[in-house]
């Protein structure tokens, strides 16, 4: 069992380095279009400072290439000042001579909100001189970036291995739900599985298929597969390595007689069409690009899903937030909502959009992450919780 919050005995005074995981959907305006993500963060923020830490919160944003303005944490900021029960401030730096200025000038209690860590080059290739730049800046480190945790950056991974640290509240809560649901799954066991992240997530659906009985697949992840049976994907050009995997997967789903359905339809525009009306067909052709599985596909997995012992969900059917293209993405939320079987949906975008629905209430777990549920389904275990120190050592 890992060390929690609860298990730091000395936090009057201390600076805390908490890891969250603020990779929320942000507008052009700065606008924050779901803050599930920063609003699941605030009791282990709250608990460190009502203990006396001075509280320094790391996250990342999107996947900048060096600093971008669209990418900063300021409107995240502003919202914590809100909605947090302590002084909250930003700094648009994460390390140098200004951030330990704030930190010195901080008092206990007090909550301070560094840049994007991903404006840094060193986060993602878990450069451990960031890391210890990092850590240089406070005495303990706190993970509870679950959405993250499949990653092993500099800021999580990196920090975590030169700290003493501890998890959080709400990475408690999401190993709980996972390692419950995972135990002795219910079947049949149903996996809901889209997105856009393909190169990432496709690989493990090799897991997914062992684990689970059915997977239903849409989203942008589809298409690797609608051309792996050698069908036309119109104007979408899929990397030949992702449909290799889909090739495997599919040939590993029949060998231990496991069910793969993909979409019968597709909502699709024709480039060449200068309205760009949407149109449904069952087979992509010449130039249309597809953005949706189309309604045959929603009835198809939705009968699958109301015949679950449980189901996990993760990745848009479609470019839901165009709402041209919000059917099947709504429709496949809906089914899942009224499923009889337990209902374990999670991902930053796939949350935002059952919260966008009124469905929420209706999930039994909704969890924050994506990748990291998927990798933790895959593997049992991930990267960034590994490095955590064990609770009695
Ligand atoms: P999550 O954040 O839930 O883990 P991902 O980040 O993998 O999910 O994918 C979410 C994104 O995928 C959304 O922005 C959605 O618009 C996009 N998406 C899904 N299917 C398609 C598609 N067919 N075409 C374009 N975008 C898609
Ligand atoms: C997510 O939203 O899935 C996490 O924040 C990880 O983001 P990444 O795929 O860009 O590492
Ligand atoms: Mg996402």
Redesign the pocket.
């Known amino acids: 069992m890992k060390r929690t919050i609860r298990d730091l005995a000395e936090l009057q005074g201390k600076v805390v380095l908490c890891r969250v995981?603020f990779?929320v959907p942000i507008d052009e305006a700065g606008r924050i279009l779901d803050a599930t993500r920063i609003i699941k963060a605030i009791p282990t923020i709250e608990y460190l400072s009502q203990k006396g830490a001075k509280v320094v919160l790391l996250s990342?944003l999107?996947?900048p290439n060096g600093y971008d303005i669209r990418q900063s944490l300021w409107p995240i900021a502003v919202l914590l000042m809100k909605k947090i029960k302590a002084s909250v401030t930003f700094c648009n730096s994460v390390i140098g001579d200004e951030v330990k200025d704030r930190i010195n000038a901080m008092k206990n209690g007090d909550v301070l909100l560094l840049e994007n860590v991903r404006f840094y080059k060193g986060e993602?290739e878990c450069d451990m001189k960031f890391a210890k730049q990092i850590a240089s800046l406070g005495q303990i480190f706190v993970d509870d970036a679950f959405?993250?945790a499949?990653?092993e950056?500099a800021s999580n991974f990196g920090v975590a291995r030169l700290l003493p640290n501890a998890i959080g509240f709400l990475m408690e809560k999401e190993l709980n739900a996972l390692t419950t649901f995972m135990e002795k799954p219910k079947r049949p066991f149903v996996a809901v599985l889209g997105g856009s992240?393909v190169e990432?997530k496709i690989k493990i659906l090799n897991r997914f298929i062992e684990v689970a009985d059915v997977l239903l697949i849409g989203g942008a992840m589809a298409y690797a597969f609608v051309s792996a049976q050698g069908k036309s994907t119109g104007l979408l050009n899929i990397q030949r390595e992702n449909v290799e995997i889909a090739k495997g997967i599919l040939e590993k789903a029949q060998a231990l007689g496991k069910k793969i359905l993909l979409p019968v339809d597709h909502a699709c525009v024709r480039e060449s069409d200068p309205k760009k009306n949407v149109i449904i067909v069952e087979n992509i052709v010449k130039d249309m690009i597809g953005y949706d599985i189309g309604p045959k596909t929603v009835r198809l997995f939705s009968d699958e899903i109301a015949k679950a012992g449980q189901i996990f969900w993760n990745g848009p059917m479609g470019w839901y937030e165009n709402s041209r293209f919000i059917k099947g993405t709504k429709g496949i939320a809906e089914a899942i909502a009224q499923a009889k079987g337990y209902t374990l949906v999670g991902?930053?975008?796939t949350a935002a959009a059952v919260n966008s629905f009124g469905f929420a209430k209706k999930i039994d777990y909704l969890s924050t992450?994506?990748?990291?549920t998927m990798k933790f389904i895959e593997n049992g275990s991930l990267p960034a919780i590994d490095v955590i120190q064990e609770k009695y050592i």
Request: charge should be positive.
């Open positions: 995981e990779n990342h999107g996947r993602s959405g993250v499949h990653r950056n992240k990432s991902g930053g975008d992450g994506g990748g990291a």
